[in-house]
T-cell receptor, first 115, second 110 residues
């Protein structure tokens, strides 16, 4: 199993450009998550999905959009990039079937710079 | 939401036992306590999870007192490779409650 894969690893965007960060997992996990991590800070949840076709906002959703058409893929869309979106983005997945928060498996991250 | 408080940083030496305490005064009945480890330029990695009393696995132990308002991650005989940031999370399966916080930066010296 490859686990959670993310592309690209690095990207530089100009202000106002758009892009999609790709995330794929091959563990048949029902839950998927997108986080951002600013330098020296903890992770902040952007969006999450509890299954195909179902997404919901996390702590910092403004400026982002997501979709979940399949169990495996959970792309994150940035529209009209702003310098405040410069960060490292992590995708994660987990298998959750009851009230316990099962462990999350994280991807390697995408380092995004907006200038 | 159950907010957590951890020390910003800790230092120790190789071979020592390290205990990192997390405070979570408003933990809810359904909440579990989960610890993650993060190395530079990598995503976090699950270490251990518990609900009450003590949990032990091959890398760490988690101690949770009866009132569950705090928890302690114990790393036995640390090595240089344990230098990382450690996050304490409190919540249930509701993804909307996930809060990583700023974590504890653990530095291990030879």
């Amino acid at each position: 199993n490859a686990g959670v894969t993310q592309t690209p690893k690095f990207r530089i965007l100009k202000i106002g450009q758009s892009m999609t960060l790709q995330c794929t997992q091959d563990m048949n996990h029902n839950y998927m998550y997108w986080y951002r991590q600013d330098p020296g800070m903890g992770l902040k949840l952007i969006y999450y999905s509890v299954g195909a076709g179902i997404t919901d906002k996390g702590e910092v959703p403004n400026g982002y959009n997501v979709s979940r058409s399949t169990t495996e893929d959970f792309p994150l869309r940035l529209e009209l990039a702003a310098p405040s979106q410069t960060s490292v983005y992590f995708c994660a997945s987990s298998y959750t079937i009851d009230r316990a928060p099962y462990e999350q498996y994280f991807g390697p991250g995408t380092r995004l710079t907006v200038t | 939401l159950a907010k957590t408080t951890q020390p910003i940083s800790m230092d120790s030496y190789e071979g020592q036992e390290v205990n990192i305490t997390c405070s979570h005064n408003n933990i809810a009945t359904n909440d579990y306590i989960t610890w993650y480890q993060q190395f530079p330029s990598q995503g976090p990695r699950f270490i251990i999870q518990g609900y009450k009393t003590k949990v032990t696995n091959e890398v760490a132990s988690l101690f949770i007192p009866a009132d569950r308002k705090s928890s302690t991650l114990s790393l036995p005989r640390v090595s240089l490779s344990d230098t990382a940031v450690y996050y304490c999370l409190v919540g249930d399966s509701s993804a909307s409650k996930i809060i990583f916080g700023s974590g504890t930066r653990l530095s291990i010296r030879p």
